[in-house]
């Protein structure tokens, strides 16, 4: 099963929606939220409403 291109959740086939771009490469995204914010040229890391990793580095701590 594929992964949304934007926000690397799981990409249910019948619900998202598959964009083939002219240079032959494809993109998945799992919502029309996903796919307009990367049209934008968002980055995902200065989105807030995707879900981070688990794991939180911390800098200061050495």
């Known amino acids: 099963m594929p992964v949304c291109s934007f926000c690397k959740n799981a990409y249910k086939f019948p619900l998202g929606t598959t964009v083939i771009q002219k240079d032959g490469s494809v ?28 794991v939180v580095k911390d800098s200061k701590k050495k």
């Open 27 to 54: 993109r998945y995204y799992c919502s029309s939220k996903c796919r307009k914010n990367s049209e934008m040229g968002r980055l995902t890391k200065k989105v807030k409403w995707i879900k981070k990793s688990s």
